[in-house]
């Protein structure tokens, strides 16, 4: 595979990396039971994002939270 961000510095990179997942937890409900709020890994990407960023650490953590985080091990409830 290519690396993608050759072109950048490592803050720069690992700033973008984070970014990803970060929006991976807040898009995909099923990566927001597992990494979401309350987490650990959750509390570690979110205080290195904002770190990064100079941005306030609970605004990193609003602005990331998985609304409708979703255990995808969980049976499928019908809807009637």
């Known amino acids: ?41 959750f509390a570690l990407l979110t205080e290195a994002y904002s770190t990064i960023k100079g941005i306030d650490l609970e605004e990193v953590r609003e602005e990331f939270q998985c609304l409708d985080a979703k255990n995808p091990a969980a049976p499928e409830e019908d809807e009637e």
Request: charge should be positive; include cysteine.
């Open 1 to 41: 595979m290519m690396k993608q961000m050759t072109d950048l510095q490592p803050v720069e990179q690992a700033s973008r990396a984070l970014l990803h997942i970060l929006k991976q937890i807040r898009d995909n409900p099923s990566v927001g039971w597992y990494c979401g709020l309350g987490t650990q890994s």
